[in-house]
């Protein structure tokens, strides 16, 4: 009877802790999920973005829908209101208005994002291409669809400037978005020709490569890419500059006469400014001041333990 007893009491103990482990794995879930939605309201601070905004920029980041219904929520402007320490919300529904709660930890961050070009360059490009968007003159053809060319392309709603980086897939153009740097797969009816002035702006990313690392077989393969996705997902790296490649490509024009008036496009390589970085990235919490740009606590390290990747100087 005592060794029943004793096991009932073990069986409520382990219990007990495997729901106290489980509510911490929730809330400690749920503290990530808000840095994310945190992060993508800042970076709107300044007209504030929509709740269907928010759900859009979050997939695109992160690959899946917010999950406020496995925290209990009925819907997403619901579970925004319980973070009233993060964001503030106004209205109801998916058209609900989301804005950033500014503290004295944050200012800084609300700071640099309002003196970014992007916010005034964003605007404008979704201002030209609405006027031009069914004008049959500025619709990128089949035939000049080519990998290299550079473009504007309709994603979500909004006008981005974009090259296209793959070939045709059921009419569909692999796209890398020169303002924000991820890649997308567009159809080909969204695409527009670049004007000249925006192809004078520079681009407003900076391409970052690993210092000192190279594929064993000449192309990084997909155990590699999952392994670096993994290893900086959700982390605060601090960046060791080795060198910058700075690219200012040939600009190739044409001038078009349509209805009797004259078009400038961009039909190929233009002038935008393009600069890649060779880093070594190490984890914040891991720097100390002054060590070597070939640390051992660094990622690039960590990658080169790796038998398909090769450590090289040169």
């Known amino acids: 009877m005592q060794c029943v007893c004793m096991y009932r009491i073990l069986l409520v103990v382990c219990l007990f802790f495997l729901k106290v482990g489980n509510l911490y794995s929730l809330a400690k879930a749920m503290e990530d999920l808000k840095k994310i939605i945190q992060a993508l309201v800042n970076s709107n601070a300044a007209a504030g973005m929509t709740v269907v905004q928010l759900e859009k920029d ?12 496995e925290y209990g929520f009925q819907s997403l402007d619901g579970m925004l209101r319980t973070m009233s320490s993060s964001v503030k919300i106004s209205g109801y529904g998916q058209t609900a208005l989301v804005r950033p709660i500014t503290t004295e930890k944050n200012q800084h961050i609300r700071t640099m994002i309002e003196k970014n070009e992007l916010l005034r360059l964003a605007p404008h490009i979704d201002n030209v291409y609405n006027a031009k968007a069914n004008a049959t003159e500025w619709i990128v053809s089949e035939g000049m669809a080519q990998v290299g060319l550079y473009c504007v392309a309709k994603y979500y709603g909004r006008w981005l400037r974009a090259q296209i980086v793959g070939v045709p897939n059921h009419q569909c153009m692999l796209l890398r978005f020169l303002d924000y740097g991820y890649l997308r797969r567009v159809p080909l009816s969204e695409l527009r020709y670049m004007t000249r002035e925006l192809a004078d702006k520079p681009c407003q990313v900076v391409r970052v490569a690993l210092a000192y690392l190279k594929p064993t077989n000449g192309d990084w393969n997909d155990d590699c890419i999952q392994l670096l996705a993994n290893a900086v997902h959700r982390k605060i790296f601090d960046m060791r500059i080795i060198n910058v490649h700075s690219k200012v490509s040939i600009c ?4 078009v006469l349509h209805n009797r008036r004259l078009y400038e496009y961009v039909l190929s390589r233009c002038e935008l400014q393009e600069k890649t970085l060779d ?17 051992d606590n660094s990622i690039n390290r960590q990658l080169a333990m790796r038998s398909d990747i090769v450590w090289s100087a040169e």
Do not use: C, H, M, T
């Open 279 to 295: 880093v070594v990235l190490i984890e914040s919490k891991n720097v100390q001041r002054g060590p070597s740009d070939n640390s």
């Open 252 to 255: 190739l024009q044409a001038f």
């Open 58 to 69: 979050f997939k695109n980041l992160e690959g899946y829908s917010i999950p406020y219904r």
